[in-house]
């Protein structure tokens, strides 16, 4: 794959502040890739900065190999869909897909033409002709696609799309929207706070936090590995042990866990002492006392799908576990002994 967008250590001020801190990164073309992180991060800044809303203060963005930090938002082969759809109300459903078609010069047959094949994509062929009021919250996103699709960007730039749909819709459209992007091939830029948002749809992720990116990688290299307690913490659900670490070789650590129990697991940093260490809920497993380690059961909480089992280690750490719900689990009632079991490669040490 070749190099759809470049940013080389882009800064962004405003005023006394510092929205982005010398951010650099490269998206692949043909690529889902999404900026994720809590509010005021930076992602929706970065997000302007290539769309043209907003101005570099410092570094340069390339998209082809071509630099547009200095093009106006017309200029650039891109097109943003937002949180708010703004869709034209006084125009029909097809009206509103050609309108930047017509913007661009394209004449009235060809437009239509083009509009037609978008709404057929995104499976709205039959609401051509209705006004944008007469559909629901997620055919109105699909028109909003539909309409940025239609001049065939070379990047589209999708701003938190989906945080105006209820849960249902949300996920149903993270399907869509993955597919969309299969099926035409244009590189999508994702921007969200949604985790599971990120994980579903992404070739890979980029974790923000304050103006910097903490790390890229594929949903499951974020997940599985993250590089230091932050994106441990947003990524999912984890237990995060302050533990002591004897020492560590070829980036394997030899860790202290609380109530003495020593186990060996990967290591995101190369200095021992007294670190963090991340445990996915989902990868311990309840075994008899004796067996591993050793906890007593706080307090169980039904989710549906997963029980979700808080314990307390002998050494006084708080930590909880996902269990499938089946008919054969075996519950544990709260003030039990319990052992837990640890997964092959379940623990990761990480850099503070």
Same mark, same amino acid.
């Not at 570094?59 to 891109?78: D, K, S, T, W």
């Not at 008899?288 to 706080?298: D, I, M, N, W």
């Not at 039904?302 to 979700?308: A, I, S």
């Given at each position: ?51 043209? /809303?907003? &101005?570099?203060?410092?570094? @340069?963005? #390339?998209?082809?190999?071509?630099? $547009? =930090?200095?093009?106006?938002?017309? %200029? ?113 830029? /994702?921007? &969200?706070?949604?985790?599971? @948002?990120? #994980?579903?749809?992404?070739?890979? $992720? =980029?974790?923000?936090?304050?103006? %910097? ?140």
């Amino acid at each position: 794959m070749s190099g759809a967008v470049d940013i080389r250590g882009v800064a962004k001020v405003f005023g006394t502040f510092t929205a982005l801190q010398r951010v650099s990164l490269s998206i692949e073309d043909n690529e889902f890739f999404t900026l994720l992180g809590p509010s005021g991060c930076g992602k929706t800044t970065l997000l302007r900065l290539i769309a043209g /809303f907003e &101005t570099v203060t410092e570094g @340069e963005i #390339l998209l082809f190999g071509q630099n $547009i =930090a200095n093009l106006e938002p017309n %200029q650039r082969p891109v097109n943003t869909v937002f949180q708010q759809y703004a869709l034209f109300p006084h125009m029909s459903v097809l009206e509103n897909v050609a309108f930047g078609l017509k913007m661009k010069g394209m004449d009235a047959p060809s437009r239509t033409k083009r509009a037609g094949e978008m709404l057929e994509m995104v499976h709205l062929s039959d609401f051509a002709n209705r006004a944008p009021a007469q559909l629901s919250g997620g055919q109105q996103q699909r028109v909003a696609l539909a309409r940025a699709l239609a001049p065939q960007p070379k990047v589209l730039l999708l701003d938190e799309p989906l945080s105006a749909l209820d849960l249902k819709l949300r996920q149903a459209m993270r399907l869509e929207l993955k597919q969309l992007q299969q099926d035409t091939g244009i590189t999508f830029i /994702f921007v &969200t706070h949604d985790q599971e @948002e990120a #994980l579903t749809m992404s070739n890979r $992720i =980029a974790v923000m936090r304050a103006g %910097q990116v903490q790390q890229i990688g594929t949903p499951r290299e974020i997940y599985e590995a993250p590089v230091n307690r932050f994106v441990a913490d947003f990524i999912g659900e984890t237990n995060l042990l302050e533990v002591d670490v004897a020492a560590i070789v070829d980036g394997q650590a030899q860790v202290v866990l609380p109530g003495g129990f020593q186990i060996t697991c990967p290591s995101a940093t190369a200095e021992a002492g007294r670190h963090h260490l991340s445990i996915r809920p989902e990868r311990m497993t309840l075994v008899p006392v004796g067996s591993g380690l050793e906890a007593t059961v706080q307090n169980i909480v039904y989710l549906g799908t997963d029980l979700q089992v808080m314990v307390r280690l002998d050494g006084g750490a708080d930590m909880q576990l996902r269990i499938q719900n089946a008919a054969r689990v075996q519950v544990p009632a709260p003030g039990t002994r319990v052992g837990l079991h640890l997964e092959e490669g379940a623990a990761r040490l990480l850099a503070d």
